[in-house]
C-alpha cells in the first residue's frame, strides 16, 4: 500500500543509503562516530526550524541529563555553545525548554549499554518534565508568563 504517494518509503530508503555511505567513510568503530553520522542524516531530512547535535539536556540551574543526540527548536531557542559550524563531533548543552526529541544511538545493543541506555532517556525525560510550558507566542522564552 503507498501511503503518500510512497514518499514515506522513499524517504526509508534514502535514509538507509545515506547511512550505508557514511558507514564506508567511518567503518563505525566507536559510538561517537555513529553518532555524528545519525547526526549528519538527520540533519539533511528535517525540516530547518528543527537543530540537531550531539550532547546534554540541561535545565536552568545547572543540572544536565544525557549525553547523545538531542532534536530542538533552534528557531527560538540557541544551544548554549557558540557554534560557528554545525560540527557533530562537538558536543552542546540544550535549554530543557527547547528539546524536542532525545535519541540515545546505539550501533550495537547488549544488556549493559541497554539499561545505560534506558536510564539515560529516563534521566532526560525526568529533566524535561520539570520546563514550564512556553507559549508559541512568546517572545522571550526565558521569561514565564
Aim: charge should be negative; include cysteine; proline fraction near 3%.
Amino acid at each position: 500500500m503507498y501511503i503518500y504517494k510512497n514518499y514515506i518509503s522513499s524517504l526509508q530508503q534514502a535514509f538507509e543509503k545515506r547511512l550505508d555511505d557514511i558507514s564506508v567513510q567511518f567503518n563505525f568503530d566507536l559510538g561517537q562516530e555513529f553518532e555524528v553520522a545519525i547526526c549528519e542524516i538527520l540533519s539533511g531530512f528535517l525540516p530547518s526550524k528543527f537543530g540537531i547535535c550531539r550532547g546534554f539536556a540541561v535545565s536552568a540551574g545547572g543540572v544536565t541529563a544525557g549525553d547523545d543526540i538531542i532534536i530542538y527548536d533552534k528557531e527560538r531557542f540557541p544551544t548554549l555553545r557558540t557554534v560557528t559550524n554545525r560540527a557533530f563531533d562537538k558536543k552542546d548543552m540544550v535549554p530543557i525548554e527547547a528539546i524536542y526529541a532525545y535519541i540515545e544511538a546505539k550501533y550495537t545493543l547488549d544488556a549493559n549499554n541497554f539499561i545505560k541506555a534506558v536510564e539515560q532517556i529516563e534521566a532526560v525525560k525526568e529533566l524535561c518534565s520539570q520546563r514550564e510550558p512556553v507559549s508559541i507566542y512568546q517572545v522571550d522564552p526565558c521569561r514565564m508568563q
